[in-house]
């Protein structure tokens, strides 16, 4: 006797039970991913803080080095490349490069600083002063 394979003992889902579970992916998806997203704001300025924590420990061995913080002129430029005239200069400070901020935009350098010895400084995802969440600037002084 020959069985037909096409007619019988087919398993599977239909189109509707896909359908139904498509819908509650999304409606989870909409649900939690509101929630996380703040999360990955929040990750950037814990990065951008460890960066600064980074380069102010380069620029003490700097300090170390050459007697004093790099002028603004010379900016953090002077932790990778020699700006000229240093004979105590020992570095380059950091191995990997100057860093940008975590939104790609260089930090910000100041010696003398209004805040200290010498300012370092993102100004967030806006890329200006001031502003709230993830627009909030990241500084060595706070």
């Given at each position: 006797m020959k069985r037909n394979l096409y007619l019988t003992d087919k398993k599977g889902f239909t189109l509707?039970?896909?359908?139904?579970?498509?819908?509650?992916?999304?409606?989870?998806?909409?649900?939690?991913?509101?929630?996380?997203?703040?999360?990955?704001?929040?990750?950037?300025?814990?990065?951008?803080?460890?960066?600064?924590?980074?380069?102010?420990?380069?620029?003490?061995?700097?300090?170390?080095?050459?007697?004093?913080?790099?002028?603004?002129?010379?900016?953090?430029?002077?932790?990778?490349?020699?700006p000229g005239g240093l004979e105590r200069w020992e570095g380059p400070y950091l191995k990997k490069g100057l860093p940008n901020d975590p939104w790609g935009k260089p930090y910000h350098y100041q010696m003398p600083g209004q805040h200290g010895e010498y300012d370092l400084f993102s100004y967030g995802r806006d890329g200006s002063p001031g502003g709230e969440g993830e627009d909030k600037d990241v500084t060595n002084w706070e």
């Open positions: 509707v039970e896909l359908l139904v579970v498509l819908v509650i992916l999304g409606l989870l998806a909409a649900l939690v991913g509101p929630k996380l997203f703040p999360k990955l704001g929040k990750g950037k300025q814990a990065a951008a803080k460890a960066q600064i924590e980074l380069l102010e420990q380069a620029m003490d061995q700097y300090r170390l080095d050459v007697g004093t913080y790099p002028n603004t002129q010379d900016g953090l430029n002077a932790l990778v490349a020699n």
